[in-house]
Each structure stands twice: as structure tokens, then as C-alpha cells.
């Protein structure tokens, strides 16, 4: 898979090239109770999210605020990472239900506090390098195919769709160029296949 480097930032180029927009009506936010792992949070997002508890425990399920008394709202994974903690090995504990979705109680309930990143770009998933360089891949799952077809329906690039994400992360400036490069590499593109 090619590569793109903005700053000490290498970019997939899927994440350039693939249609994606989240059609909550569909899928319901089943990526947040899919799964054998919470969602990657920093230990500062964790310490956030605990400050914020008190705010958002009553609406958590009794199953999830037992997982959080017992091993807190994050743990160590099988790879090494901090997650979120789960309930029944899939649910991410900080999982509420709404008219038949899921949505995120954090997001929802905590005043001062987004969800974490890794949620927010998802399903961009960021894997930080040896080297301080931090990488940008497409987690492509089955049950976002639907993502993808409202995606080429609207004509919304995986990377137009997380803007906000994007930003939140890493500036406007560096989106800007993110941005700059995709039009280019997608005109590239396009003239190579038509030859």
C-alpha cells in the first residue's frame, strides 16, 4: 500500500482514496459493542474519562459499572494497549442506547470531555512508529460496508468524512495539506486510469 508522509505523519493512501460516511441509521454504532477489545485511549484520556465519572454513572448499564468498579475504565489489552474496559468481552463499557442505537455515553453525558480519538477517527486507526513517526491505516470491517456505500452514494472521501477528527488531532494546518495532497494524488489517479 502506498504511502504518504505529511509532517512526521505517513498516510495510506486508502484513507485518501476510499468512500466512507457513517450511516448511524444502518449499522446502529455497532463498532462500539463489536469486537475482542475497548478503544484505544492514552492515559490521559483515561484519567480524563475517570475524573469524569461521576457525571455520566448513572446512565451507564449496571453491567458496565461493575466492569469499571472492579478494573477501572480502561485496562491493558492482549497487544499491550490501553482500552477502554468491555462488558461481555465485546461492549465497549462506555456504550448507552438510544432509539435503537448505540452512542457513546462520554460524548453524550460528560460536559467537558469527547470521546476518545481513537473512537472519533475510527476507522482510521493510528499506530505510532519506533521512530516518533506516527502511521494512518484504513481498518476496513464487514459491518461498515454500508458506511462505504453511502460514501460513493454522497461522493464523501473516508478522509472529507473525519475532518473534524483529523483536525482535532493533528491542526487544520496539517489537514490542509492532507487535504491538498489527496486532490492531487485522486487527479493522478484518475488520469491513470483513464490511460
Known amino acids: 500500500m502506498p504511502l504518504l508522509q505529511i509532517d512526521n505523519v505517513l498516510v495510506t493512501t486508502e484513507i485518501l482514496t476510499a468512500y466512507f460516511c457513517c450511516n448511524l441509521e444502518v449499522c446502529k ?17 483515561a484519567d480524563n474519562i475517570k475524573n469524569a465519572l461521576p457525571e455520566m454513572h448513572d446512565k451507564l448499564t449496571p453491567a458496565a459499572q461493575q466492569v469499571i468498579q472492579k478494573q477501572g ?93 483529523l483536525i482535532r488531532r493533528f491542526s487544520e494546518s496539517w489537514y490542509q495539506q492532507l487535504s491538498t495532497a489527496a486532490e492531487e494524488y485522486n487527479k493522478q489517479e484518475e488520469q491513470r486510469t483513464k490511460n
Open 29 to 45: 454504532g455497532i463498532c462500539c459493542v463489536e469486537g475482542d477489545a475497548g478503544a484505544p485511549v492514552t492515559q490521559a484520556e
Open 73 to 165: 475504565v480502561a485496562y491493558i489489552d492482549q497487544e499491550g494497549d490501553l482500552v477502554t474496559s468491555i462488558v461481555n468481552g465485546k461492549d465497549c463499557v462506555f456504550t448507552c442506547h438510544e432509539g435503537g442505537c448505540c452512542l457513546c455515553t462520554i460524548e453524550k453525558y460528560a460536559q467537558q470531555l469527547k470521546k476518545p480519538i481513537s473512537c472519533a477517527l475510527y476507522p482510521i486507526r493510528e499506530v505510532q512508529l519506533n521512530n516518533g513517526t506516527v502511521g494512518l491505516q484504513y481498518h476496513q470491517w464487514n459491518i461498515c460496508r454500508e458506511a462505504v456505500e453511502c460514501g460513493k452514494k454522497n461522493n464523501i472521501r473516508l478522509y472529507q468524512f473525519l475532518r473534524n477528527p
